[in-house]
């Protein structure tokens, strides 16, 4: 993924306001922002714990890497909501923050392109950049219910 910022672009090192020479090289980030195919414009980036660029938590997670022409895995974990793919309201700003936050600390290691609120109030974070899982459900009150 390519990101790019602006003079408006927001800088977090968890929940404090940082500036952008926080972000060092390997860190593990979480960017807010419109996706345009593989190019995220950024409205925020917050640094997040741990320092590793999530590699290692998100392989004792089970996340598959992404490889191109390698098929993903038909299998899931926990509770998956009825819904069908497509379907819901694309979510912005906080809420859409905390329900990614929530998929990222359970299943690190993808980027998400977007949050949708599904019809029985739960969430969808589309993740990309990984082939494992491709879709994490967050409940109401962000906990995850479930990945595939």
Same mark, same amino acid.
């Not at 990309?128 to 990945?147: A, E, I, Q, R, T």
């Given at each position: 993924? %390519?990101?790019? /910022?602006? !003079?408006?672009?927001?800088?977090k090192k968890?929940?404090?306001p940082?500036?952008?020479?926080?972000?060092?090289? +390997?860190a !593990?980030?979480?960017?807010?922002?419109?996706v345009?195919?593989?190019t995220?414009?950024?409205t925020?980036?917050?640094? #997040? =714990?741990?320092?590793?660029? +999530?590699?290692?938590a998100? /392989?004792a997670a089970?996340? &598959?890497p992404?490889?191109q022409? %390698?098929?993903s =895995?038909a299998?899931s974990? +926990?509770?998956?909501?009825?819904y069908?793919e497509?379907e +819901?309201?694309?979510?912005?700003?906080t809420?859409?923050?905390?329900?990614?936050?929530a998929? #990222?600390?359970v299943?690190?290691?993808? &980027?998400?392109?977007?949050v &949708?609120?599904?019809?029985g109030? /739960?969430? /969808?974070?589309h993740?990309v950049?990984?082939?494992?899982?491709?879709?994490?459900?967050?409940?109401k009150?962000f906990k995850?219910?479930g990945y595939?």
């Amino acid at each position: 993924m %390519t990101v790019t /910022e602006s !003079s408006s672009t927001t800088y977090k090192k968890g929940t404090q306001p940082a500036k952008e020479s926080a972000v060092k090289n +390997g860190a !593990s980030v979480l960017v807010l922002g419109t996706v345009d195919s593989a190019t995220v414009a950024a409205t925020q980036v917050v640094v #997040q =714990p741990g320092g590793d660029g +999530g590699a290692a938590a998100a /392989e004792a997670a089970g996340v &598959v890497p992404f490889q191109q022409g %390698t098929p993903s =895995p038909a299998k899931s974990v +926990g509770t998956i909501p009825d819904y069908t793919e497509g379907e +819901g309201t694309i979510l912005s700003g906080t809420t859409a923050y905390k329900a990614t936050k929530a998929a #990222q600390a359970v299943v690190p290691g993808g &980027v998400a392109n977007r949050v &949708v609120e599904l019809a029985g109030g /739960e969430y /969808e974070v589309h993740n990309v950049g990984v082939n494992w899982p491709h879709h994490v459900f967050v409940s109401k009150d962000f906990k995850v219910l479930g990945y595939n």
